[in-house]
């Protein structure tokens, strides 16, 4: 994945994280919702200044911003998921509310 898209995903990730919408947070770091589309999308990579007031904004370092400590692979997410599930294997309801959000998820995708 090139750097500004990496860049813009994380971003968004964030935004949406803080109930924020583009337009709102266009409005805050006084850009256009264009421009933060396009900054989301990896199509414009973002100027040191606008980055300082993204950061701002959103309230996080860029630290934070730049950190891959949350990646992980496709086997341990599944292991993690696994157990979150077998952890609540006797409580019925819980189990089919799990059921309903991943079916939703999936069969969204």
């Known amino acids: 994945m090139n750097l500004k898209k990496e860049l813009g995903e994380k971003i968004k990730r964030v935004r949406k994280q803080r109930n924020l919408t583009q337009e709102t947070l266009a409005e805050m770091v006084d850009i256009s919702p264009r421009s ?40 341990e997410l599944i292991r993690e998921i696994d157990k979150m599930i077998n952890a609540t294997q006797n ?15 999936i069969d969204d995708v």
């Not at 040191?48 to 992980?72: P, V």
């Open 36 to 75: 933060l589309s396009n900054i989301e999308l990896g199509v414009s990579f973002v100027k040191a200044e606008t980055l300082e007031k993204i950061l701002d904004s959103l309230n996080i370092s860029t630290e934070e911003l730049f950190a891959n400590n949350h990646i992980k692979s496709n086997h």
């Open 91 to 105: 409580n019925t309801k819980l189990l089919e509310k799990i059921y309903k959000i991943i079916k939703c998820i």
